[in-house]
Each structure stands twice: as C-alpha cells, then as structure tokens.
C-alpha cells in the first residue's frame, strides 16, 4: 500500500463512516416479549388460536394496594376505589377486576340482581363485609390477602396491541399512580415488564459501552505508555461500531435485550485484530525493519491467522443461528457482521495510518518490553519444566468440571433476570407472598363427543376432579373455570347465600341452572370461560413461579394422575405465555449445545486445512474445550441454571478463545518452515506471541467484565462467565498447547 492508495482508502472509510453515523438517527429501542418465541410452534399456534377464543394470559397490570391498618379502612377504600374509577378510563383498558368490581347474584322476576361484595362508600357495612369476605374465603388470595392488609387490582388491556400501544396505555396508567398515596403499591405483568426491560436497555446500552471503553483505555495505557499506542486501536474500533449500528438502523432492526450487548462485544473482539497487528509491526521495527517493509512483513506473517480468527469467532457467534428464536439468531448474524467489519477496517484503516504516519516513538522503546518477555518467557519455562504437573492439573480440572456439568439443571425463573434489591422483583415476590402469584396458568377442556358440551352430567364431575386435583396437588390458585359459572349461577338462583356457591350437586339441579346459563351465555364473564357453544372452556389462574424444571415435573405429574385415572368425557391441553417460556427455553439451550459442537468440528476442519494434520487439528481444540468445561462445571457448582442466557455464552467464548490458539499455531507452523526443530520452534512461539495473547485477553477479559455491572442477572453471568473462560484459555494455550505439540504421535 502506497501513500496514494492509503488516502483513497481513509477516503472511502470515511463516506463508509458517515452513511453509518446518520442510519444511527434511525436506530431505536424496543422489546417485544412476543419475539422471544419461535415463528414455526404447535405449540404458541395453539396459544394464539386459544387467546382468540377466550382471552389473554399476560395483556394486564396487577396492582396490589397495602394499607398497614388493614384494608377495611375508609381512607383507603375510598382512595382505592377512586383510583379503580379513574383506571377504567384509560384508552385501552378492557376490564377491571377488583373487590370494588366482584359481585355476587340473586335471580330476580327480571333477570340477576347484583350484590356488591364491598361497600366502600358505606363505612357501617365495614365489618359486614369483611366477615362475609373471609368467612367463604372465595375471594381470599386472589383480591384480597390473607392478612386483610392489602387488595389487588387486575388492570385487563386490549390483546395483541403494539409496544408502541401498550407503552402508552402504562404511560397513562401511571400518571393515575402518581397522584395517590398508599403505604405500599406493588405492580406487576407484561406491560410493566416491557416498560421496565426498555428503561434498562437504554440506561445499560451506553454505560457498558462507556465503562467498556474506559477499561479497554486503561489497559492500552498501561502496556504502550503512550497516546499513540491507545487513539489508533480505539479509533478503528470505535468505527467498527459504528458502522455496525449504521447497518442495524438502515436494515431497521431495533436494540432490545439481546442487541444491547453488540457495541461492547464488537468492541472488545474487533481490538484483538489491531493488537495482533501492531505488535508483530513494533516486532519488527525494533528487528531494524523501514516501516514499509515492517508492515508488509507483519501483515504477511498474522495476516491469514487474523483473518482466520475472525472466521472462528463468525462461527461462534454463529452457533446462535441455530436457535429458532428471531433475537437470538438476529444476535448471532449481526455480531458476526460486525466481527468482519472490524477485520475489514483492521485490514484498511490500520495499514492507511501506518504508512501516512511517522514511526511511533513506543515502537522503537516500549518500556513494557522487558516485562512482556520475562513474563511469557517464564509461562514457557514453566510449561516445559513441570510437564507432568501441568498435564494432571489439566486433567484434575477436567474431572472436576465434569462433575460440576453433572450438576447443571435445564431452569428458568420469570423474574431471575432481576436484581435481588430490584424493586420490581420485591413487587413479584409481594404477590407471590400475599396472593395466589404472578405466574399464569392455563388449560383448555374439550367435551370428547363432538356432540357434547363441558356441561353434561358427567363432564361437571371430571372437571371437579380436575379442579381438585389443580388446586391440592398443583396449588393453582385464583382458579376461574366453567365451573365458576355454575357456582354463581346456582347462589344466583338460591338467594344468593354464601353457602349456593357449588356446583349443582344433581343432575336435574344440574339442568336447572343451565336453563339459566343458557340465557346469559353472551356475558363478557362467560364468554372468557365457555367458547365453542359450550364445547370448550377454559381453567385460568395463578401459580407462585417455582421454575421451569418444576412445573415440568407438575405437569408430569398431571399427566400420570389422569392416565392412572382417565378422563372419559373431557380432554385437556395447558398452554400459556409461561408454558412456553418454559418449553423453548429447553429448546433453545439444547440448540445452542448442538450449534457448539458444530463451530467445534467447523474450527477443526479450519486447523486441519492449516496443518494438513489430523493430530494437530485434535491437539488445538484441548486448550479451547477444557475452558468450556470450567465453564460448565462453574455453572453446576454455583447452581447457574442453563437456559437462553447462558447458553448463548459456550459458542461465543470457544470462537472468541479459539483465536489465540491459532495466532499460536500459525506462529509455530512459520517456525518450522523455517527449519527449526520443535522445541526451539515452540519458544520462538511462545516469546512472539505470548505478548499479544495475554494483552488481548486482558482487553477482552476487560471489556466483558463491564458487563458485570449489569442489573440483569444474565448479562452479569454473561461478563464473568466469559472472562473466566478466556483467562483459562490463556493458561491452556500458554502452558498446555505447547506440551502437547511437543508430544510426539
């Protein structure tokens, strides 16, 4: 590269920079809980087919109220009740269930005669109500606590509306919020979750960013001692972001959870390229080189292997591709855009500025030099010394992480992606402690005869069992089913005492009531439980968030207790939001398993190709397989569960830890061309490289461990769990690889 070639370069870089830095202007937030779910499902098939029958499991706001002195106050009823009033308002909002809005009925000449279960504006029925309240205990745990100290309020919003939708709606919700005072208020369910998720993309999108840069800088300035040695890889990283972004906002893909990760990631892996480079050019300067011919040689020397890690790394964050999950593989392809797009700069950029430069000052005395070869001259020495040690440690380790895998469960939790300290999760844990739980559940019956409703005779008695069997064993709580409108149907016709809230208990009582449901079937509150001309109907209601891996075990559990003791007349299949959570969370972390074992045979067939040798392609995936292991056995001994979030990081940390092994073996295979016999061959290694491998591990190991500041529990293991990866990977190819190369075969 000329002079002339290097400003056209800079030239078109620049035209390159400034597209991207406008389609930044395009660039925005979102999260749509809904793309967390694969396109091609039975299964969400299903679920959307059943919201549009009955209605939705996560489209509301759960508002809990707490009043210290109880709820049977009226300060606070009136406020609460006012606050209900004002809620109901909202553009959007379909339904409000609360206990200012629960009734129960008594059958009239001209049809039901509403009971009001409360009677906020009437402090004398006050104690009235409250005895009635917790004497039948139907409205206990669901809106109203067990210690009658707060209320909860159900906020039903339109389905299927956008973000941009339902933003709006909490935006509104909210201002009515602010403006009462309760000695607690708790909130919960998708739209506040959204709202959350969004606010924290966006405060954590810049700082890990910012905090990234800052560590990255500090690292530079501590090795190379000067301005040079710390603008020049910062800027061509800097662009690699940049047009990264450009790209995401002209193809218009939003940051959401996942993406937030890409600024920082591309960062901190585009850097290795540069350091790569600008050490082998300072190697060579010192060698006595002109600055044009150091650059040709260093480029020749570290270029195929620059250009291969960037291929490996491609590949791991390629292994997301397999998910079926639109983020995760949306992840997987722009994170390895941006990896070529840093190579490309790294390739044109860097070379442009070293020919249009002057010789920095730190290539010719580097004050850190002396250090950088003590060190990776000691590791050297240390590997080949204690070769029996560092063999048995190697294996001691992988025994133990074998074990740890051993350990690791397949779990997720709804809300473990927060904070302990966070208040939204002390707000889910309040109504798991206070009322039935956040978690829905949901299953639909269906009569067996085609010609059959779920209200014949023996249908009732099966769905009994199974309402039964759900709230004893399976502790659903706040459980609604067709059977609740029998209940109320049949108070409705007995005077609307306590004690006729049952199910019919004849079939001729059974038969009379119906002659009432019929008449009412169109009602909003049975339209959500009845659908089908009553040959489907719906069981809703709330779990306290056990986990995946045990509402697995529940559902068994179900399964095996209706085999033993079949159903005849109705069939059931559950589904739900959280279900599915469940489901392809198994899913995807099983995918991203088998994507790894794919990059691994991908990066063999690579040092095969390299080599030409089966035994040196097998020996180079040892030091990159061992820190998974660590990974895996971290992971079980701590109890990380595995599911999306963790998964994701086995493919990226072997692409990412895989490129000093083969900048290594590059190195090694240049050395024994040249002549050398093996063991001189492996320190000649050892003494060029070693300096790069461990100053780009202490970049990357950096600039992953800002995201351990993260709020969001899977981005926190994400930074540590990929740092200890990476700085395992450096001892193994330091201390280990060069044993096992030595090793004859």
């Given at each position: 590269?000329n002079?002339?070639?290097?400003?056209?370069?800079?030239?078109?870089?620049?035209?390159?920079?400034?597209?991207?830095?406008?389609?930044?202007?395009?660039l925005?937030?979102?999260?749509e809980?809904?793309?967390?779910?694969?396109?091609?499902?039975q299964?969400?098939?299903?679920?959307y087919?059943?919201?549009?029958?009955?209605?939705?499991?996560?489209?509301?706001v759960?508002?809990a109220?707490?009043?210290?002195k109880?709820?049977?106050e009226?300060?606070?009823l009136?406020?609460a009740?006012?606050?209900?009033?004002?809620l109901?308002?909202?553009?959007?909002?379909?339904?409000i269930?609360?206990?200012?809005?629960?009734?129960d009925?008594?059958?009239?000449?001209?049809?039901?005669?509403?009971?009001?279960?409360?009677?906020?504006?009437?402090?004398e029925r006050?104690?009235?109500?409250?005895?009635?309240?917790?004497s039948?205990q139907?409205?206990?745990?669901?809106?109203?606590?067990?210690?009658?100290?707060?209320?909860?309020?159900?906020?039903?919003?339109?389905?299927n509306?956008?973000?941009?939708?339902?933003?709006?709606i909490?935006?509104?919700?909210?201002?009515?919020?602010?403006?009462?005072?309760?000695?607690?208020?708790?909130?919960?369910?998708?739209?506040?979750?959204?709202?959350?998720?969004?606010?924290?993309?966006?405060?954590?999108?810049?700082?890990?960013?910012?905090l990234?840069?800052?560590?990255?800088?500090?690292?530079?300035?501590l090795?190379?001692r000067?301005?040079?040695g710390?603008v020049?890889p910062?800027?061509?990283?800097?662009l690699?972001?940049?047009?990264?972004?450009?790209?995401?906002?002209?193809a218009?893909?939003?940051?959401?959870?996942?993406?937030t990760?890409?600024?920082?990631?591309?960062?901190?892996?585009?850097?290795?390229?540069?350091?790569?480079?600008?050490?082998?050019?300072?190697?060579?300067?010192?060698?006595?080189?002109?600055?044009?011919?150091a650059?040709?040689?260093?480029?020749?020397?570290?270029?195929?292997?620059?250009?291969?890690?960037?291929?490996?790394?491609?590949i791991?964050?390629?292994?997301?591709v397999?998910?079926n999950i639109?983020?995760?593989?949306?992840?997987?392809?722009?994170?390895?855009?941006?990896v070529?797009?840093?190579?490309?700069?790294?390739?044109?950029?860097?070379?442009?500025i070293?020919?249009?430069?002057?010789?920095?000052r730190l290539?010719?005395?580097?004050?850190?030099?002396?250090?950088?070869?003590?060190?990776?001259?000691?590791?050297?020495?240390?590997s080949m010394?204690?070769?029996?040690?560092?063999?048995?440690?190697?294996?001691?380790?992988?025994?133990?992480?074998?074990?740890?895998?051993?350990?690791?469960?397949?779990?997720?939790?709804?809300?473990?992606d927060?904070?302990?300290?966070?208040?939204?999760?002390?707000?889910f844990?309040?109504?798991?402690?206070?009322?039935?739980g956040?978690?829905p559940?949901?299953?639909?019956?269906?009569?067996?005869?085609?010609?059959a409703?779920i209200?014949s005779?023996?249908?009732?008695?099966?769905?009994?069992?199974?309402?039964?069997?759900?709230?004893?064993?399976?502790?659903?709580?706040?459980?609604v089913?067709?059977?609740t409108?029998?209940?109320?149907?049949?108070?409705?016709?007995?005077?609307?005492?306590?004690?006729?809230?049952?199910?019919?208990?004849?079939?001729?009582?059974?038969?009379?009531?119906m002659?009432?449901v019929r008449?009412?079937e169109?009602?909003?509150?049975f339209?959500?439980?009845?659908?089908?001309?009553?040959?489907?109907?719906?069981?809703?209601g709330?779990?306290?968030d056990?986990g995946?891996?045990?509402?697995?075990e529940?559902?068994?559990?179900?399964?095996n207790?209706?085999?033993e003791?079949?159903l005849?007349?109705i069939?059931?299949?559950?589904t739900?939001?959280a279900?599915l959570?469940d489901?392809?969370?198994?899913?995807?972390?099983?995918?991203m398993?088998?994507g790894l074992?794919?990059?691994?045979?991908?990066?063999a067939v690579i040092?095969?190709?390299?080599?030409?040798?089966?035994?040196?392609?097998?020996?180079?995936?040892?030091?990159?397989?061992?820190?998974?292991?660590?990974?895996?056995?971290?992971?079980?001994?701590?109890?990380?569960d595995?599911?999306?979030?963790?998964?994701?990081?086995?493919?990226i940390?072997?692409?990412?830890?895989?490129?000093?092994?083969i900048?290594?073996?590059?190195?090694?295979?240049?050395?024994l061309?040249?002549?050398r016999?093996?063991?001189?061959?492996?320190?000649?290694?050892?003494?060029?490289?070693?300096?790069?491998?461990?100053?780009?591990?202490?970049?990357?190991?950096?600039?992953?461990?800002?995201?351990?500041?993260?709020?969001?529990t899977?981005?926190?293991?994400?930074?540590?769990?990929?740092?200890?990866?990476?700085?395992?990977?450096?001892?193994?190819?330091?201390?280990?690889?060069?044993?096992?190369?030595?090793?004859?075969?």
């Open positions: 590269m002079t002339r070639v290097a400003r056209i370069g800079l030239l078109i870089i620049g035209l390159i920079t400034i597209g991207a830095a406008l389609s930044l202007l395009n925005r937030f979102d999260y809980f809904e793309n967390f779910f694969p396109s091609e499902d299964s969400l098939d299903f679920y087919e059943y919201k549009d029958k009955f209605s939705t499991d996560v489209d509301f759960l508002v109220l707490k009043n210290d109880g709820v049977f009226e300060d606070f009136q406020s009740h006012a606050m209900r009033d004002e109901i308002t909202v553009k959007k909002v379909e339904r269930i609360s206990p200012f809005d629960a009734q009925f008594v059958l009239g000449p001209f049809g039901p005669i509403a009971i009001p279960l409360l009677h906020p504006n009437e402090s006050y104690r009235q109500d409250s005895i009635r309240i917790y039948n139907k409205h206990v745990g669901s809106l109203f606590s067990n210690d009658a100290k707060s209320i909860s309020i159900l906020i039903e919003i339109e389905p509306l956008s973000k941009i939708q339902t933003d709006t909490y935006n509104d919700l909210k201002v009515i919020f602010d403006r009462y005072q309760f000695d607690e208020m708790h909130l919960a369910g998708k739209v506040i979750g959204q709202a959350y998720y969004i606010d924290q993309i966006k405060s954590e999108f810049s700082f890990f960013f910012l990234g840069v800052l560590l990255i800088v500090s690292v530079l300035a090795v190379y000067s301005v040079w710390v020049v910062l800027l061509i990283v800097l690699a972001v940049v047009w990264l972004l450009g790209f995401m906002g002209l218009g893909k939003p940051i959401d959870i996942m993406t990760l890409l600024p920082l990631v591309i960062f901190v892996v585009g850097i290795s390229d540069v350091i790569h480079v600008l050490s082998r050019y300072f190697e060579e300067i010192r060698n006595g080189h002109p600055k044009m011919k650059i040709k040689i260093a480029y020749r020397q570290v270029g195929i292997a620059t250009f291969l890690t960037s291929v490996t790394t491609a791991g964050f390629l292994t997301l397999t998910s639109d983020p995760v593989r949306e992840l997987g392809l722009y994170a390895a855009s941006g070529f797009m840093a190579f490309i700069l790294a390739f044109s950029l860097l070379p442009a070293l020919v249009l430069r002057p010789v920095p290539a010719f005395r580097e004050l850190s030099s002396l250090f950088w070869n003590k060190l990776v001259q000691r590791l050297f020495l240390v010394r204690n070769r029996r040690a560092v063999i048995f440690t190697s294996v001691l380790v992988a025994v133990g992480s074998i074990y740890g895998i051993s350990q690791v469960s397949i779990d997720n939790y709804l809300m473990e927060m904070g302990k300290d966070d208040p939204h999760r002390h707000s844990e309040y109504f798991e402690n206070n009322f039935a956040v978690r559940f949901e299953m639909m019956i269906e009569a067996v005869d085609s010609s409703t209200f005779w023996e249908s009732v008695q099966e769905m009994l069992r199974m309402e039964s069997y759900l709230k004893k064993e399976y502790e659903v709580g706040f459980l089913s067709p059977l409108i029998l209940r109320t149907t049949n108070q409705a016709l007995n005077g609307g005492v306590d004690q006729a809230y049952k199910v019919p208990e004849s079939p001729d009582e059974l038969e009379r009531t002659n009432i008449r009412f169109k009602r909003p509150e339209a959500v439980l009845v659908a089908e001309k009553g040959r489907q109907g719906r069981f809703s709330k779990l306290v056990v995946g891996q045990r509402i697995a529940k559902n068994l559990e179900l399964d207790y209706f085999n003791m079949p005849n007349d069939r059931y299949q559950q739900g939001m279900l959570i489901s392809n969370n198994k899913t995807l972390s099983l995918n398993m088998s074992i794919i990059a691994i045979l991908v990066v040092v095969l190709i390299m080599f030409r040798s089966w035994r040196i392609a097998l020996i180079s995936l040892v030091p990159n397989i061992l820190p998974l292991m660590v990974i895996g056995g971290v992971m079980g001994l701590t109890g990380i595995l599911k999306v979030s963790t998964s994701i990081i086995f493919g940390a072997f692409g990412i830890s895989v490129d000093d092994s900048h290594y073996l590059s190195k090694y295979r240049m050395e061309k040249k002549g016999k093996p063991l001189w061959a492996l320190r000649r290694t050892s003494l060029s490289t070693g300096k790069a491998i461990i100053l780009t591990s202490l970049i990357l190991c950096s600039g992953f461990l800002a995201l351990a500041t993260s709020d969001f899977s981005t926190f293991y994400v930074g540590v769990l990929i740092s200890v990866t990476l700085l395992v990977a450096v001892l193994t190819d330091l201390l280990l690889l060069p044993i096992l190369l030595l090793k004859k075969p």
